[in-house]
């Protein structure tokens, strides 16, 4: 709600009274208060939500994929720059969460102690907007490596049932590679794109929609000390 239909709200529950701005800036105040408690609240789900995801992750990577490579009988074994890669990710996007959660936090405890109401909330816009850069970052080399394990065990998988069948890549139709290769780019971009959307969707729920009512509370509050 901006400025002005604040106070045209407030006039028609308050006939013959206008806000002053003390009580305009103890409204933003509040406002902000029940902002940053739910924020507090998102931070802690995303917390298990991403300790979750990366559980699922590394159960995949040395669990699940290795027992489904040996099930098979197939005589592969993943190139260990993709393990390095995949750990790697892992790594950078629950480090980036642990460094954003810190930082949050020791702004949340200074602002407690020395910050106005303007102060607290660009501190805490700047610690969102910088964990929401990091995130990106770590989201899109998180899909970089998805997309290469995926290329490289498809790959691998070719060359595994063309050896088992004696079959030369010279023997191979164009078609078929045409098809082969259409096949394998739709499922990679299904896969990998849909994870990376489903993932996108989750940080906005988390703390995008409260990015954008920070700011607007806090222009708010820069109308009413101009």
Partial sequence: MELKDLKETWSKLSSGRELD???IREMLRHRTGNLIDRINRNVRIGFFVLFALIVLFVLDDFIFTPLLIS???AVVE???WLVFLSIFSNILIFTSFIYFVVKYYR???ICNISCNLKETLIRIIETLLLYKRLFYLTLFIFALAMAL???SGMYTGMAFDMENQGIQLSE???GKWFLITGIGLLVLVLTVGGI???LRWGFRKLYGNYINKL???LRELNEIES
């Fill in 21 to 23: 701005e003390d009580q």
């Fill in 71 to 73: 099930e098979s009988q």
């Fill in 78 to 80: 993943m190139p260990q």
């Fill in 107 to 109: 702004v949340r405890r």
């Fill in 149 to 151: 394990q995926f290329i």
């Fill in 172 to 174: 191979i139709p164009v």
């Fill in 196 to 198: 990376y959307l489903l």
């Fill in 215 to 217: 700011k607007a509370t």
